[in-house]
């Protein structure tokens, strides 16, 4: 294969702070959606079209439904509680996280930035001015009204930061992987010693490798806040099954799914 055909990160246009590519995206959704009810205010309905109206009316409420997901997941990069989603949303806390937590997740598991969210122009910047220049044409005003909100697109230490933390993700990410597979792997062992005198040394080994994810889970909650929840409990649950370890819970006690 030719490499030079290879995709090159390094050559793709830097990504906004995740709060600006998540309002850019949800701006994009309101263009789609104002497009597609002044799409349906002008719609003639053929009479041998049953249910026309009903389906554009459903493709519209689509789009909302995607606003919707994407204003929880803005409120999340400004740092609003699920508490205050929640309240927002006239539900519980605990309702408005299950109802979101996964397009939370999804969102940050994408590096917190628009690619493969939605279409438009992958340079941040490039896609702010198509929807200027769109918002412009509707409202008659000066273009610039998107683009003025995103403040990291003249903020070029903010971007690199963020950039810097979207690096460091994708680091910790991996560890956690390969600290996944040594828990296995050490707990296989420590099953293995079970009544023997190296058992607790091999415990020993499987708590300390779980200590050490649960390190990498804190850190990823530090530098992915949206998903900072989940990090924490799943930093928990490591450190609660290394210290029932060590308190002397024995393997066979423990499962290999609760360890991972």
Known sequence: MDETNEPDERARPPALTPVDEAMLARNHTLYELVEAALSDIAARYPI????????????????????????????RELGSSWTAIGKAAGTSKQTAHERWNTKVAAWAMMGRQRNGINRGPADPAEHARDLDEWLAGLTGEAPGAISRVLTSLRDEAARQEA??????????????????????KAYRAAMEAVGTDAAEEKN??????LFARAE?????????????????????????IAEGILRGRSAEDLTSKEAV
């Open 48 to 75: 041998d079209d049953p249910g026309g109206l009903l389906r554009d009316a459903l493709f519209v409420r689509g789009i909302a439904d995607r606003l919707v997901d994407q204003a929880v997941i803005v409120e």
């Open 163 to 184: 950039n810097d933390r979207r690096a460091e993700v994708k680091h910790l990410e991996r560890r956690s992987e390969e600290l996944r597979v040594e828990c296995d």
């Open 204 to 209: 020993a080994v499987w708590a300390a490798r």
């Open 216 to 240: 990498v889970f804190e850190r990823l909650a530090v530098v992915e806040e949206p998903a900072a929840v989940e990090h924490r409990r799943h930093a928990a649950a490591q450190r609660e």
